[in-house]
Nanobody
Framework: QVQLVESGGGLVQAGGSLRLSCKAS????????MGWYRQAPGEQRELVATVTSGGSTNYAHSVTGRFTISRDNAKNTVYLQMNSLKPEDTAVYYC?????????????????WGQGTQVTVSS
């Protein structure tokens, strides 16, 4: 099983910055796309940003230009640099990873979620 451990959340004032990290560990054939999602109280979970194993990125419109996703393939770690934070960025942020398993090879893809880390932006 692949485990995802997140870190880096916290409380910050509007306009401030935070950096989230998520490390994947466990038995896998290949770690594919990784990403960050968030869920605010009473809202559905939404995509924030994703990055493929080759480094291609995708961002939600609301964070484009403020957030940067990156990954270190050697460390199986994905990062989310969040700048110019706004109160509406307040949410629990979840790491997501898609991967293939040794027993099934590259033809089947699975996904797992981290436990979530709270980001609170005060006005």
């Amino acid at each position: 099983q692949v485990q995802l451990v997140e870190s880096g959340g916290g409380l910050v004032q509007a306009g401030g910055s935070l950096r989230l990290s998520c490390k994947a560990s466990g038995s896998m054939f290949r770690l594919n796309a990784m990403g960050w999602y968030r869920q605010a109280p009473g809202e559905q979970r939404e995509l924030v940003a994703t990055v493929t194993s080759g480094g291609s990125t995708n961002y939600a419109h609301s964070v484009t230009g403020r957030f940067t996703i990156s990954r270190d393939n050697a460390k199986n770690t994905v990062y989310l640099q969040m700048n110019s934070l706004k109160p509406e960025d307040t949410a629990v942020y979840y790491c997501n990873a898609k991967f293939s398993k040794v027993v099934t090879g590259p033809w089947a893809e699975y996904e797992n979620w981290g436990q979530g880390t709270q980001v609170t932006v005060s006005s």
